[in-house]
């Protein structure tokens, strides 16, 4: 019996999530004992915590949609080259879990990922056909290493990552499915979405356990990549709404720190989010705000899909762009009932 793609999403979807909590409560024990983050000067935890469940994460997301490609849609061809690519970078991200690495050899091994799916796109998907074609693809690397570390950088705490990749890659699936796009983006954006909602127990304030850089890397790799698929399909406004709070916040940041001066590659506490916790908000008041933005998010992106015109896109990035805005000038102030 051949099942029609939303509700092969919505198995799949469901799958993960069943795969991946049952995976994080069998490596547990591991984790405990051999990849324990210690709270440093970026943490907003003040006790060691187990982190590597992006282990579970990874491999749920990566077997259940590899699966359900190979078996629910033949016609589809399964991605090896971009499942390859993430669990190389969730190696790195492993090994710098344990025993950090220098910042140069992580970079050069996280470009090599990135770039091998990028260097892998036919020269007929282009965004700017205007451009070289090796042009565009040089950018395209630089910015899928940025999209990589950003999901890094932004995953300092409890429960944001997931207030951040679940209705994102919810609704690349509700895009998906609305413009009948090729089933292989569909079904990694639900595995994805459901490793990450049966990791959420597990995270909720106080976390029992983190991602670690074993999850956040390759995460943001397959993000990244469903991201770019929807942007050859023609929608690059809604690509960009999407991740438009991470996108913002950390680039940000990174701009103000090199203005600064400072060394951004080190462990620090400058982001909007984390100076929000500074300032008078809680854990839960910063997860809840960032997840609400991202709803509207969605509903700008799915909104410019379906009315498909520039003057709609242009309007909904107005939008997008004001009230990531609005949230950011907050959680840069000091809360009024702390002033």
């Given at each position: 019996?051949t099942l029609?793609?939303g509700?092969?999403?919505?198995v799949v979807?469901?799958?993960?999530?069943l795969?991946c909590a049952?995976l994080?409560?069998?490596?547990?024990?591991?984790?405990?004992?051999?990849?324990?983050?210690?709270?440093?000067a970026?943490?907003?935890?003040?006790?060691?915590?187990?982190?590597?469940a992006?282990?579970?994460?990874?491999?749920?997301?990566?077997?259940?949609?590899?699966?359900?490609i190979?078996?629910g849609?033949p016609?589809?061809?399964?991605?090896?080259l971009?499942?390859f690519?993430t669990?190389?970078?969730?190696?790195?991200g492993?090994?710098?879990?344990?025993?950090?690495?220098?910042?140069?050899?992580?970079?050069?091994?996280?470009?090599?990922?990135?770039?091998?799916v990028?260097?892998a796109?036919?020269?007929?998907?282009?965004?700017?056909?205007?451009?070289?074609?090796?042009?565009?693809?040089?950018v395209?690397?630089?910015a899928?290493?940025?999209f990589v570390?950003?999901?890094?950088?932004?995953d300092?705490?409890?429960l944001?990552?997931?207030a951040?990749?679940?209705?994102?890659?919810l609704?690349?699936?509700?895009?998906?499915?609305?413009l009948?796009s090729?089933?292989?983006g569909i079904?990694?954006?639900?595995a994805?979405?459901g490793?990450?909602?049966?990791?959420a127990?597990?995270?909720?304030?106080?976390?029992?356990?983190?991602?670690?850089?074993?999850?956040?890397l390759?995460?943001?790799?397959?993000?990244?990549w469903?991201?770019?698929q929807?942007?050859?399909?023609?929608h690059?406004a809604a690509?960009f709404?999407?991740p438009?709070?991470?996108l913002?916040d950390?680039s940000?940041t990174?701009l103000?720190?090199?203005?600064?001066?400072e060394?951004?590659?080190?462990?620090h506490?400058?982001?909007?989010?984390?100076?929000?916790?500074?300032n008078?908000?809680?854990?839960?008041?910063?997860?809840?705000?960032?997840f609400?933005?991202n709803l509207?998010?969605?509903?700008?992106?799915i909104a410019?899909?379906?009315l498909?015109s520039?003057?709609?896109?242009a309007?909904?990035?107005v939008?997008g762009?004001?009230l990531?805005?609005v949230?950011?000038?907050?959680?840069?102030?000091?809360?009024?009932s702390?002033?």
């Amino acid at each position: 019996m051949t099942l029609s793609p939303g509700l092969l999403a919505l198995v799949v979807l469901t799958t993960a999530s069943l795969c991946c909590a049952a995976l994080i409560v069998a490596t547990m024990p591991l984790l405990r004992r051999y990849a324990l983050a210690r709270p440093n000067a970026r943490s907003s935890h003040r006790t060691p915590t187990p982190q590597g469940a992006g282990i579970a994460v990874v491999c749920a997301t990566l077997a259940v949609a590899g699966s359900a490609i190979a078996v629910g849609t033949p016609s589809t061809q399964l991605p090896l080259l971009l499942f390859f690519s993430t669990v190389v970078i969730a190696v790195v991200g492993a090994i710098d879990d344990i025993r950090p690495l220098p910042v140069l050899p992580r970079l050069v091994l996280q470009a090599f990922s990135v770039g091998a799916v990028v260097f892998a796109l036919p020269d007929q998907l282009q965004l700017v056909p205007l451009l070289p074609v090796v042009v565009e693809r040089i950018v395209l690397l630089v910015a899928g290493l940025w999209f990589v570390n950003l999901v890094n950088f932004m995953d300092g705490l409890d429960l944001i990552t997931v207030a951040e990749i679940v209705p994102v890659s919810l609704t690349l699936v509700a895009i998906g499915l609305l413009l009948d796009s090729p089933s292989t983006g569909i079904l990694v954006a639900a595995a994805l979405a459901g490793s990450m909602l049966g990791f959420a127990p597990f995270n909720r304030p106080v976390a029992k356990v983190f991602l670690g850089d074993v999850g956040s890397l390759p995460i943001g790799l397959l993000l990244g990549w469903c991201l770019l698929q929807l942007a050859f399909d023609g929608h690059i406004a809604a690509a960009f709404l999407l991740p438009l709070y991470y996108l913002a916040d950390s680039s940000i940041t990174l701009l103000r720190r090199l203005v600064r001066r400072e060394a951004f590659w080190r462990a620090h506490r400058s982001h909007f989010y984390q100076r929000a916790t500074d300032n008078g908000y809680s854990v839960i008041d910063v997860v809840v705000r960032v997840f609400l933005t991202n709803l509207a998010l969605a509903a700008l992106a799915i909104a410019s899909v379906v009315l498909s015109s520039p003057a709609a896109d242009a309007v909904a990035l107005v939008c997008g762009v004001g009230l990531v805005a609005v949230l950011l000038t907050r959680f840069a102030r000091p809360r009024r009932s702390q002033s």
